[in-house]
């Protein structure tokens, strides 16, 4: 793989992310990305200008009513925060007025997130205020390990007292910065997957991601990778500042000690990080499919549950359990590779994290022995040298899940731009809305355009009437009914047909939703309101008055696929059609599993109410109750005919 490979491999990871990441924070308009970051790095200095005043205003406060205390724990420190406030007043004026200009500018498109701000101010101002007490504790060890090689009892005293007020101050702070990063992370993946999932509905995506089969569990891919997003790109984007606050805040500390300590690190970490990129770099290939395969293995197992009854009347055990296994092979063929590569890893980090433990000291011992720092300067020093390790050996540190986040933004990169509503679509048979149904010139072929079902069909206005589509099995009777639905575009032409909440289309096995059976009869408007006088009349019209009492009532959940035959959901379907009362009907073989007196009533009632209606059906008992029938061939070809031509050809 050429470095330009890499590049480019990097370069499309960080747009994937962004483009993921940015809504919550920004609107997706030009540029966004980098007034994001703009905005981001604004935020942090407005916050490090606020936790200045709040340390100032700490410590003047302590020396006010304690000025000797003051004194012996930090000399000088009341001194130089009062020359900062005084000569450098102007400079925290800009560092304080500049951001808060620059979120004014930038409030309209604020104005909707301010939430998200304010709880990633609050994270950020905590984050500063950790590595501020680290950096305090830094000292404080220190001066106490120094009072201890001293003997100095009274001092040792004294620094574990500002040891443990430093500790409750910073108990609460650290457990809020905890909870406030859990607590924003929850609100992101609340927003992020109320995205997704309104893309995921929208214009029918869900259905041809399902029918294209190019993109492997989505419902993987909303639950899992967003919740591993919203709380991987928090917890790294906490983890950055925090080793950039340290590298900052300590590479001062150990320059003061030694200049060569600083160089040894930065060399040492550079290294080690270039070492480790390489060897990971094959991780996040092997980490995304180990999603994929884990996702299709469970899959498999939900797929046995939904089917429970078809396969026991099937005797189907064996492929099952051999489709499994086969599944689960790939997840363990998978994983294997994966630790392999993790171990080679794990050969070099391991190694690479022991050496830092002696290195500083290694390096301070000629400055101590020779009397120039004393032993607490070293532990200072060794304390110092290993945050600014661990901030600059980050990669080395975080490679594993750096790259499981790699492939999780990858999965839903891909998924986010499968749903898009502004993604691409092929241009195929149009839709166009009208008072009725007809057919001009169309043509539809299979999603993958390889096979042609119907070919130049034309259906006159004049001719529609009620209509049955007949014809031998797998000719296309209901791939034509999915193009009516818009589902199928695949070919070309024009279908004209009323709007489609207008339009009420039933499939053969009803759709059942986990519910209760009040909302099974008023589905899909949920909201509807309707008596149980209603429903018992619908219920009654369908001949499944006794249903209710049977249940137990309108409001019981149940399974109702488990609980009804066949018969009695495509009854309950039809029934949901009399409530919805829609001007035209679709029926794919909707009474199949009828009796001819059932069926006969259902049509009956149609009529009677004045729907329309389009049916697929092989059932002679049904053909009364249409005007003419379409006739599809096979090859692509078809012909129209009135009911009186249809019989005498069958007859």
């Known amino acids: 793989m050429t470095t330009e490979t890499t590049t480019q491999q990097k370069t499309a990871l960080w747009k994937s992310f962004v483009a993921i990441a940015q809504p919550y924070f920004f609107p997706r308009i030009r540029g966004g990305a980098w007034k994001t970051l703009l905005l981001l790095c604004m935020l942090l200095v407005l916050l490090f200008g606020v936790l200045f005043l709040i340390a100032s205003g700490l410590t003047l406060t302590v020396h006010y009513f304690a000025p000797e205390l003051t004194a012996r724990i930090a000399p000088g420190l009341v ?95 650290v457990a809020l910065y905890g909870y406030v990063q859990d607590y924003l992370g929850m609100r992101w993946r609340e927003w992020l997957t109320g995205e997704f999932l309104g893309n995921y509905f929208k214009n029918r995506s869900y259905y041809d991601i399902e029918a294209e089969g190019k993109i492997d569990n989505p419902d993987q891919r909303i639950m899992e990778d967003i919740r591993s997003f919203t709380r991987t790109s928090l917890g790294f984007l906490l983890i950055i500042l925090g080793s950039l606050m340290d590298l900052v805040s300590f590479s001062g500390i150990l320059w003061s000690k030694s200049a060569l300590l600083v160089a040894v690190v930065l060399g040492y970490s550079i290294i080690g990080t270039g070492i480790t990129a390489l060897i990971g770099r094959r991780l996040v290939r092997l980490n995304f499919n180990q999603l994929r395969y884990e996702a299709d293995f469970r899959y498999s197992l939900v797929h046995v549950r939904d089917n429970t009854e078809s396969i026991a009347f099937y005797q189907g055990e064996k492929p099952e359990v051999d489709q499994i296994k086969g599944r689960f092979r790939n997840v363990l063929k998978n994983f294997g590779l994966l630790i392999g590569w993790q171990r080679n890893l794990s050969f070099f980090t391991t190694a690479y994290s022991y050496l830092p433990v002696v290195l500083p000291f290694l390096i301070l011992f000629p400055q101590y022995f020779g009397g120039k720092i004393e032993y607490g300067d070293m532990v200072q020093a060794n304390f110092a040298f290993t945050q600014v390790y661990a901030a600059l050996s980050l990669i080395v540190s975080q490679i594993e899940p750096i790259t499981n986040f790699a492939a999780g933004v990858q999965r839903l990169s891909v998924f986010s731009e499968a749903i898009a509503p502004d993604r691409n679509l092929p241009a195929g048979i149009r839709s166009e809305e009208a008072d009725g149904f007809a057919l001009h010139d169309v043509t539809l072929m299979t999603p993958d355009r390889k096979h042609t079902l119907v070919q130049n069909l034309s259906v006159a206005p004049e001719s529609r009437g009620n209509l049955l589509l007949v014809g031998e099995s797998g000719v296309g009777k209901s791939s034509l009914l999915r193009a009516i639905a818009g589902l199928w575009n695949q070919g070309q032409g024009v279908i004209e047909r009323p709007p489609l909440d207008e339009i009420f289309f039933l499939p053969q096995r009803p759709y059942m939703l986990l519910g209760s059976l009040r909302q099974q009869l008023i589905y899909p408007r949920l909201d509807k309101d309707i008596s149980d006088t209603e429903l018992h009349e619908v219920l009654k019209t369908v001949r499944l008055e006794d249903l209710p009492e049977r249940v137990g009532g309108f409001d019981v959940e149940l399974d109702w696929a488990d609980v009804l035959s066949l018969g009695e959901q495509q009854r309950l379907a039809f029934a949901r059609l009399l409530v919805n009362r829609p001007a035209y009907a679709v029926l794919d073989e909707a009474t199949s599993a009828l009796d001819v007196a059932n069926e006969a009533n259902l049509y009956n009632c149609l009529k009677k109410l004045g729907i329309h209606y389009i049916s697929v059906g092989h059932r002679p008992s049904i053909i009364d109750f249409h005007d003419n029938v379409l006739e599809l061939q096979g090859q692509g070809r078809w012909r129209m005919l009135s009911i009186r031509e249809y019989l005498q050809g069958v007859s």
């Open 79 to 173: 001194a130089v925060v009062q020359s900062l406030l005084l000569s450098k007043s102007w400079l925290i004026a800009v560092i304080l007025g500049v951001p808060l200009l620059v979120f004014v500018f930038f409030r309209r498109y604020l104005r909707l997130r301010r939430q998200a701000w304010i709880l990633l101010a609050i994270v950020l101002l905590l984050s500063l205020s950790v590595t501020g007490i680290n950096v305090a504790f830094s000292y404080v060890g220190n001066y106490f390990t120094n009072a201890l090689v001293k003997k100095d009892q009274g001092m040792a005293y004294m620094f574990v007292a500002v040891y443990f007020c430093s500790f409750l101050v910073g108990i609460p702070i």
